[in-house]
């Protein structure tokens, strides 16, 4: 009797592919372990295991697999079923799925790069015969490719060897650059401790009348201490207005002392003492409301305004399964950004919490896969989108934070699946609870609780009852008209600026784009010079001087004279964040600003250090873009000043008006959250707007109903199901016909469900290739299932026509 297994392989290919194994190998192989196995004519791939048996396959010739990569299975069979589920519901394979999900080192093949570790010294000594060769190799050559190592050994099981390298880190995989994010340190200056008594430092300053610098940098150290506040070098110059020298000669007398803490243990000093939160009762009663739903077996939203205290929440339900031994899933929407909640749950939970970073190395990423495939021991883990696709064992709460965010959503590439909905099934297979948390559900959750499918929770008021910022709409088409306008800010917002700046507080600035203007513009002939391999302007950064596709990276300096007419009056259009840092330098010169977008935020740390100079007070306003929105929790912010709604309110998309709601919403909560009220200005053309009347309110209730209505009369989800195709090519027409063929073979589909398109979207072409979007429409008495495995066949067929052999086509399902 022969034995075979099917195996899952990294492609976008639909089925699974039988191998010939030994009768020893059936019995020694489970679910879950990954084979190196041949395919097509020479390649090589890791599969997973996906089951064994014993029937040949009919169709086609079977090979032998080429070793056991696996002493233990890598992946677990609830893993295999949740991938499953991830497959079928967002139209890909589970190959892709595997690849989305298992970390590169745990994928050789035989297209994998390999490189010598630049960090490590490699003793030949310890070498064997076949690795000496290899790291030979790897001395002539920059890299190689794992079939190239079978070549150079004459073998085809190179892959033992290769992981048995990696291990003792003498070579590394060619990976995307990665970031690491390491726990930052800073470094502090403190006053020698024998200054702390008061004689001693009496005496101290005496002795210096005669260096009066030195002396005021001691008396500006000493002030800015009381109190136990850290205080870094920056700070103290700015303060004493001195030069790093003055403070470098205090260190080399001993008097000052500089010491290096890691930033997580320093906002770790900052909660002492909070660690035993007693909660207050509404947080109580929610806690308690959240039991009971869950008991009912229901997923929970938490609809709690922002600084409500969701997280103390959170902390309970956390600390309540570890006692049981259990483990807890906590989904962030980016990661970058929390380095506060990680330092906060470290608090409390020092070692138990892990940390699945989206700036993590390949190694770092290795580490808690095994880690967490290895313990059945109770630990939280934070992550982002990704997380969800680690080999769990035993996790009986999975915690949503700002469940409404759209980074849960993957656009790009398959599989295109949204972390928030694929929790929820996943809690029904382990049995696991499920919370969503957001001061600003989605549409798509308050609605399920409507219809009584989540269980919902409300905490209606702020932690410590502190009153939800005074939200105050400025009409600057009225300020324009009056000459109130300074730039891009109002007489008002100018005020209550310097309001916030004398009582010492600090002021955040919110401007959802980047750059410096998006546009430059003729005023002559009202040419924009565009982007020659995408169909958008190219925005101005001031800067470089450099006119940048925010699609592509594309850029090129500033032209002198527009392209086409040759006339020198060029201007700008519109603004970003970075015009508005510049108009805040005029408007404050005495005062520092820190930018918050993707611009400044790319290098390692960056995000943390922004963070860090906003607690230390080392900057008085912060300027950004959405980013600033994501649960930052800052203690000395009174003012938010939003430049202008109007972008976000005219943005064509069915869910434009509500996620101008969350955005203004999440960014005024920003303000405030200690005891004053905070205060917020949001300046925009349409004061009217019944949505920045609902978030001027604070009503959520009359957002949801309005939005709701739009929705069904519009035929939008929650309402319907979307599922959209995208076909891309570098050849317009062929686009097109791809797009229009599609639609004519979707006409066969069920009866009610809605095709339409081939439309462009509103940027047609990315990268030198043009693209068109066919939507499916389907109501809720279809069966998803069904068309789905419709479009499935149809996307079969399409892939078999000659002419459309260079298009690329997509399935996104929910695709918003
Ligand atoms: P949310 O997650 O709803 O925005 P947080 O949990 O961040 O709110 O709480 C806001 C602030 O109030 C935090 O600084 C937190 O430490 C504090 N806080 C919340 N609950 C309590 C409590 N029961 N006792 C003391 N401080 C609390
Ligand atoms: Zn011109
Ligand atoms: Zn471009």
Request: hydrophobic share 35%; aromatic share 8%; charged share 25%.
């Amino acid at each position: 009797m022969s034995h075979y297994i099917d195996v899952i392989i990294p492609l976008p290919l639909e089925r699974l592919f039988a191998y010939r194994v030994t009768a020893a190998e059936a019995d020694f192989l489970e679910p879950g372990m990954r084979v190196a196995v041949p395919f097509g004519k020479s390649k090589i791939y890791t599969g997973i295991v996906h089951h064994i048996h014993q029937s040949p396959p009919l169709n086609y010739e079977v090979k032998d697999i080429e070793l056991i990569v696996d002493e233990l299975p890598t992946v677990t069979k609830d893993q295999l079923k949740f991938w499953e589920w991830i497959a079928t519901y967002y139209v890909c394979s589970i190959g892709q799925v595997m690849r989305a999900a298992l970390p590169k080192s745990l994928l050789l093949e035989s297209e994998t790069i390999i490189l010598k570790n630049p960090d490590t010294e490699v003793n030949d000594d310890f070498l064997d015969d076949k690795q000496f060769l290899i790291m030979e190799a790897l001395l002539h050559r920059p890299a190689l490719k794992v079939k190239e190592v079978m070549d150079i050994l004459d073998r085809k099981s190179v892959l033992p060897i290769l992981k048995k390298m990696l291990e003792q880190e003498w070579i590394i995989l060619q990976e995307e650059v990665y970031s690491t994010y390491k726990p930052k340190t800073v470094k502090y200056i403190f006053l020698n401790k024998r200054y702390k008594d008061e004689e001693q430092l009496k005496n101290l300053l005496d002795d210096m009348t005669r260096a009066p610098k030195q002396r005021d940098t001691v008396m500006s150290l000493f002030m800015l201490q009381t109190g136990n506040k850290l205080v870094t070098s920056k700070l103290l110059q700015d303060r004493a207005g001195v030069s790093r020298a003055t403070i470098k000669a205090l260190i080399d007398k001993n008097i000052f002392i500089e010491e290096e803490q890691a930033i997580d243990r320093v906002l770790d000093e900052k909660e002492q003492g909070s660690e035993l939160f007693e909660l207050q009762p509404a947080q109580q009663e929610a806690l308690n409301e959240i039991r009971e739903q869950f008991a009912a077996g229901k997923t929970t939203l938490l609809h709690g305004v922002t600084s409500s205290g969701k997280t103390e929440i959170y902390v309970r339900l956390i600390q309540e399964q570890l006692e049981l031994g259990n483990q807890v899933l906590y989904l962030l929407p980016e990661i970058a950004l929390t380095t506060q909640l990680i330092s906060r749950l470290k608090h409390y939970f020092k070692h138990q919490v892990l940390v699945y970073h989206s700036r993590y190395n390949l190694n770092e990423r290795l580490e808690v896969w095994n880690h967490v495939i290895e313990n059945k021991e109770p630990y939280v883990i934070v992550g982002a989108r990704s997380a969800i696709l680690l080999p769990f064992q035993n996790v009986k709460l999975i915690i949503v934070d700002e469940e409404h965010e759209t980074s849960f959503k993957q656009f790009d590439p398959d599989p295109r699946y949204h972390a928030r909905d694929a929790a929820v099934v996943l809690g029904h297979m382990k049995i696991a609870d499920v919370l969503l948390g957001s001061a600003t559900p989605s549409l798509e959750s308050y609605y399920n609780t409507t219809l009584g499918k989540y269980g919902l929770v409300e905490l209606k008021e702020r932690y410590g009852k502190v009153l939800m910022p005074e939200i105050q709409i400025i009409d600057i088409k009225d300020k324009h008209k009056r000459k109130k306008m300074k730039g891009h800010f109002s007489d008002s917002l100018i005020e209550q600026m310097q309001e916030a700046f004398k009582n010492n507080n600090q002021v955040i600035l919110f401007q959802n784009r980047r750059g410096y203007a998006p546009i430059l513009e003729c005023n002559t002939c009202g040419n924009a010079p565009q982007c020659p391999n995408c169909d958008v302007s190219l925005t101005f950064h001031q800067y470089k001087k450099q006119l940048r596709c925010h699609y592509c990276g594309y850029h090129t300096i500033v032209p002198p004279e527009c392209p086409s007419c040759s006339s020198t009056s060029l201007d700008t259009k519109g603004f970003g964040t970075q015009q508005i840092e510049e108009e805040f330098k005029e408007l404050f010169p005495d005062l520092k600003i820190a930018r918050m977008d993707l611009d400044t935020t790319r290098g390692k740390n960056s995000i943390e250090k922004i963070i860090e100079q906003i607690d230390t007070g080392e900057v008085h306003c912060l300027v950004g873009t959405q980013m600033l929105t994501k649960g930052l929790d800052f203690r000395n912010v009174s003012l938010v000043g939003v430049l202008s709604a109007d972008t976000m309110l005219n943005f064509p998309d069915f869910r434009a008006h509500e996620r101008c709601f969350h955005l203004l919403t999440q960014v005024s909560g920003r303000a405030g959250r200690t005891a004053e009220r905070g205060k917020v200005l949001i300046q925009s053309y349409n004061p009217e707007h019944q949505i920045l009347q609902q978030v001027s309110t604070y009503d959520y209730g009359a957002m949801f109903k309005d939005q709701l209505e739009d929705r069904y009369q519009f035929k939008y989800p929650p309402y319907q199901r979307l599922i959209r195709l995208t076909f891309k090519n570098r050849d317009y027409n062929t686009t097109l016909q791809a797009g229009q063929w599609f639609v004519n073979a979707l006409n066969q589909i069920e009866h009610g469900v809605e095709v339409l398109g081939p439309e462009f979207p509103a940027v047609a072409r990315v990268r030198n290739l043009y693209q068109v979007h066919v939507i499916v429409k389907m109501g809720k008495q279809h069966h998803p299932n069904t068309i789905k495995d419709y479009i499935r066949k149809v996307k079969r067929s399409f892939e078999s026509i000659k002419g459309f052999n260079s298009v690329r086509c997509n399935v996104d399902v929910d695709c918003y």
